[in-house]
């Protein structure tokens, strides 16, 4: 109901504005003023909302969700004080705080969820020092000159440029790794947020305010569609989620054909190994997969691909006929692509980096 009702209304603010425009010439400025404003602010509104949602619905509670729900508040504060200044042609320093923060954690936040997505990748302390920028901004852009404040403005876009460029690089490269529905996602993201990138900098290079209106309302559309490309994707997991149902007795030959494929062939040693490949080897359904290891193993298929590799790797550390091999090499025949993976995989699944696992057993 919320959705269709914000469609509705970004419809009709889109209708009015555009026709009173071409209907005539004369139209109070104050009149367009308010018009454009509200159709922004409600662009806003829908993400802000559509973040809410996101952390409320049981289905988005992952690392990647809330990446998403901090990228929706972050683009919905750097347009917000371009909408502000809009209206009032001052801002006070705590609100130019606010949207400078959210332009400088937008690339950050678009990096970690690429890596979500393509490397099942899990925070880590050190993915903090991405955002130390936005939080000295925040901390110390009060009582910054106009001149000095453009200039951190244009250092924004060019970080920008930076992340939103290597987050290209590494969904091309390694998107075939990737589950088709989050493919799309990040994809969808990805364009939306290049598209904003540019809007962004015609408002910081531009010297008049035709330019940085354009670049206001712009920016706003592709937050709606952003925020439109968001809603298919809640609506359709969430059916996948609730409508799909597995019977015991399909949960049972399914089992059955997962410990054999794992425990016996074990399939977890192919790095390039996906839910979509995996179910195309069994000859099952994706959906009927990922339900019955939830149902039995309360485990995502990443979780579960990794605690047989780590396993694995358990049982290779404590053969003394290994010792001539790197912990690395041993990683890297379970399946592991990354040594990051590997790392983040094995301390969540056994609490205790490698050496720290094998020093203990010597000790015993």
Not at 14 to 23: A, C, G, M, P
Not at 313 to 331: F, H, M, P, Y
Request: net charge positive; glycine share 4%.
């Amino acid at each position: 109901m919320f959705f269709a009702f914000n469609r509705l209304l970004t419809f009709i603010f889109s209708f009015i504005i555009f026709k009173e425009l071409s209907n005539s010439m004369n139209l109070d400025p104050d009149l367009i003023k308010i018009l454009v404003t509200s159709f922004c602010f409600t662009a806003i509104a829908n993400g802000l909302f559509l973040a809410f949602i996101f952390l409320r619905k049981k289905p988005f509670r992952s690392y990647a969700d809330i990446l998403i729900v901090l990228l929706l508040v972050a683009l919905s504060l750097s347009i917000g004080e371009s909408i502000l200044y809009y209206i009032f042609q001052y801002l006070p320093g705590l609100v130019e705080a606010f949207g400078l923060s959210g332009k400088l954690a937008i690339g950050p936040l678009l990096l970690l969820l690429v890596r979500s997505k393509i490397q099942n990748s899990e925070f880590k302390t050190y993915d903090l020092i991405h955002f130390l920028p936005p939080m000295i901004t925040a901390a110390s852009v009060r009582g910054w000159s106009a001149d000095f404040l453009s200039f951190v403005n244009q250092i924004a876009i060019f970080v920008m440029t930076i992340y939103i460029a290597y987050s290209w690089i590494l969904f091309l490269v390694r998107s075939d790794l990737t589950r088709s529905k989050d493919v799309t996602l990040i994809k969808c993201l990805l364009v939306g947020l290049t598209l904003i990138w540019g809007t962004f900098a015609l408002q910081v290079f531009s010297e008049t305010m035709e330019a940085y209106l354009s670049g206001m309302i712009l920016s706003s559309f592709i937050l709606y569609w952003i925020n439109y490309q968001l809603t298919i994707f809640t609506i359709r997991n969430g059916k996948g989620n609730s409508t799909k149902v597995v019977s015991n007795e399909k949960s049972k030959q399914v089992q059955l054909l997962i410990e054999r494929h794992f425990t016996k062939e074990k399939v977890y040693r192919d790095p390039k190994l996906t839910l979509s490949k995996f179910s195309s080897l069994i000859n099952q359904p994706d959906y009927v997969v990922s339900v019955v290891i939830n149902k039995l193993y309360k485990k995502t298929f990443p979780e579960f691909l990794n605690h047989f590799r780590v396993n694995e790797i358990k049982e290779e550390l404590l053969r003394q006929s290994n010792d001539n091999i790197t912990i690395e090499g041993i990683a890297y025949n379970a399946g592991f692509n990354t040594s990051s993976s590997f790392y983040t995989a094995f301390k969540k699944e056994t609490g205790v980096t490698p050496r720290q696992f094998k020093a203990d057993f010597i000790k015993e």
